[in-house]
């Protein structure tokens, strides 16, 4: 009965001498180098799955996703059209779909076209602007919508963001995400805010502005006035005397700018007076009262294109007072 106990003693000493060998042999891991080397190779991992995430982040011009190729043509600022600081901070009424106060619209110009032998659904609410920091921003207005493209068929559109880029936001890039995959496009860093450029410091304006403009359309000019740009809430109607409210009412501009500025023709004229609206202060406002500096209307040097300058210029030009009731 003696040999019993004491054989279990001796199992119990054996097995508590193996436990000691495997801690001892394990025992390696906790020292500093090693600690050292597991922190490092941990920092390591971490920095390739960023550098990875980041990786697809790279932004290209074009792409292709689910058979549907895009073409990004421009991406560009509008400069914040409520806010002079020189002057005072405009109502939306004023000028109709424009960014709210504060905030800065990015403007893609895009092309699409339909590569492969199924029909493609553009969608614009696939786009992002999408911040470093920040949250995402969706388009806006009424290009953000659904088109269906046929095989071969291509597609141009424009989409907006507006954007409060005085908030803090690191990188910036408009996403385009299609089903499971994703291109990032690239974005250039947010335009200054107009009163915070010198007034006119970097327009150069042609001395012969009719002879480098596309031919104007009146027609489409008298729907920009009333409709995109909100002429006619400060001007009025130019066949209704007496109802502007805050511009010069421009019911006979295109004879009056005849003479308005010595060495001026009257195309002349009017264009700067669209892009460079300080130069000159027209003489007569609402109620017949001087119009006083600085000039209350909007910066839209960075928002019209060449076709919108010309179609507006035509309009103007054919408003010479006769019309009139």
Known sequence: MSDEPTGRGRQRRQDHRAQLERAEALSWWRSPGVLIFAAAVGLAAAGATLLLREGTRIPVREASIGGLSLDLAEARWVLDQMDHGENFQKPSTMMPDMPEAGKQRLTLDL?????????????????????????????????VGVATLAPGQSLNTALHFDFDATDP???????????????????????????????????????????????????????????????????????????????????????????RVEGLSAPQYIYDSILRPGDFIAPDCQNNQPCTAPSAMPDYASLVSLEDVADLLAYLLDQDGSEQG
Not at 132 to 142: D, S, W
Not at 212 to 222: D, E, F, M, N, S
Request: glycine share 14%; net charge negative.
């Open 111 to 143: 092309a699409f076209e339909n590569r492969s032998q199924q029909t493609q659904v553009y969608d614009g609410a696939e786009f992002m602007l999408v911040p470093e920091l920040g949250e995402p921003v969706p388009p806006m207005g009424a290009l």
């Open 169 to 259: 936001h690191g990188r910036l890039l408009v996403e385009w995400r299609r089903g499971n995959e994703s291109a990032f496009l690239p974005v250039p860093e947010p335009a200054e805010h107009y009163h915070l450029r010198p007034r006119g410091g970097e327009l150069i304006l042609p001395e012969r502005a009719e002879l480098l403009l596309p031919i104007g359309k009146a027609v489409r000019g008298q729907a920009l006035f009333g409709g995109r740009y909100g002429c006619s809430a400060c001007h009025g109607s130019p066949a209704v005397p007496g109802s502007n409210l805050v511009g010069p009412h421009l019911g006979g501009i295109a004879v009056a700018a005849e003479s």
